[in-house]
């Protein structure tokens, strides 16, 4: 090995002990916020909070150390990939540590421990959040793919305690104050944001070992009518036949499910080049837990809460007045053209929206 060669595999491993260091930090930092909020320790959520500036300093050491990296050794293929991961994932660090600081904060705005059966749900979310944020630093330290691939799909599963935590404390019947119900929805926000930055620090190793980039994300949509006969069911269609790799398209009856789907709409369906031989009306039937998966929920002729009366926090809804639908219950082969043309543009435009151009 040249001096040279030498030199660059010194200054790696420096920023490497840095980062490790930098991260062992933050996930001390993410564990006493949560300890000191359920257990009223005011010391503990102190030393927290005034500990996030050592992290804002060290994070902009390294920040340096990259720099100077690129500037000296003017890295190319797999060094370039490392440094760029690196500059992102010194910044990821640093929002975790400002959401440990926002929750060690908590404890000063309900001014004692939460509820104890508020404290479970904290004490649930922490634990499985801390646990993909340690093996997505492990997966980094050891340069390992396969396990940060592990770690993302357990974001699932913390998406799920999400919505579940987030319908729990909607609980009118619970005796809690307007307080802290907010600073119980602030920690639950702020832990799961740090599982979102734990997925970002994978997708970096993942990209840094193989190149690989982020995949980009697959939306699930919800389309609703009153029966699911024919508007809601031709938005799907359109959508499964234009943007398959783009999203899972489903669609329900808000109201009364249609015995049949509308007259002539199977055979509109067929003549287009959509598959009709599955589509038959379907009632909403889904848990909180499921229909909080969905992204955005398109109400078709009225808006998504007349049909759910308590949508999902995270769930985007929209609603469609579409000029093209006639009068009366039955609609003809023009008719179906019309809405067919008007609801293609709507989700052309959403999709792209969602996925940017050349969504497919």
């Known amino acids: 090995m040249t001096h040279y060669e030498e030199r660059l595999e010194k200054d790696l491993e420096n920023i490497r002990f840095e980062v490790s260091g930098l991260a062992k930090q933050v996930k001390d930092a993410v564990k006493n916020s ?33 720099h100077r990296f690129i500037a ?10 490392l440094m760029s991961s ?18 060690s904060r908590e404890l000063q705005r309900i001014n004692g421990a939460p509820d104890k059966r508020l404290a479970q749900g904290i004490e ?4 499985e959040v801390q646990l993909m944020l340690s093996q997505a630093v492990g997966a980094f330290d050891e340069e390992n793919a396969e396990l940060a691939r592990a770690t993302i799909a357990m974001s699932t599963q913390i998406d799920n305690t999400v919505a579940g935590l987030y319908e729990e404390l909607l609980d009118e019947q619970a005796q809690w104050s307007l307080l802290e119900r907010f600073a119980v929805f602030s920690v639950y926000h702020r832990l799961e944001r740090i599982a979102d930055q734990a997925k970002n620090l994978c997708e970096q190793t993942i990209f840094t070992v193989s190149g690989e980039g982020k995949a980009k994300k697959v939306y699930q949509v919800l389309f609703m009518d009153d029966d699911n006969s024919c508007l ?19 669609s329900a009856a808000g109201r009364e499910v249609a015995g049949q789907l509308a007259s002539g709409l199977p055979e509109f369906l067929d003549a287009r080049g959509m598959d009709a031989s599955n589509a038959v009306p379907k009632a909403l039937d889904l848990t909180p837990t499921e229909l909080s998966t969905f992204n955005v929920i398109v ?26 639908v006639p009068d009366g219950s039955s609609c003809s082969e023009k008719d179906y053209e019309n809405i067919h043309r008007e609801l293609s543009v709507l989700i052309k435009d959403l999709m792209t929206l969602l996925r940017g151009e050349g969504a497919s």
């Open 232 to 250: 809601s069911q031709l938005a799907e269609a359109i959508a499964r036949k234009h943007f398959p790799e783009s999203g899972v398209y489903i």
């Open 124 to 127: 649930l979310l922490s634990s």
């Open 86 to 103: 690196v500059i992102r994932i010194n910044l990821t660090i640093e929002r975790i540590g400002d959401y440990a600081v926002t929750i």
């Open 299 to 324: 109400g078709l002729s009225r808006p998504a809460t007349d049909y759910i009366q308590r949508l999902p926090f995270q769930t985007t809804t929209l609603s469609w007045h579409l000029a093209s």
């Open 72 to 81: 000296v050794h003017l890295p190319s293929a797999g060094h370039l990939r």
């Open 34 to 66: 949560v300890h000191a909020l359920l257990t009223e320790n005011q010391e503990l959520a102190s030393a927290t909070i005034l500990g996030d500036g050592p992290i804002n300093r060290k994070t902009r050491e390294i920040d340096t150390l990259c």
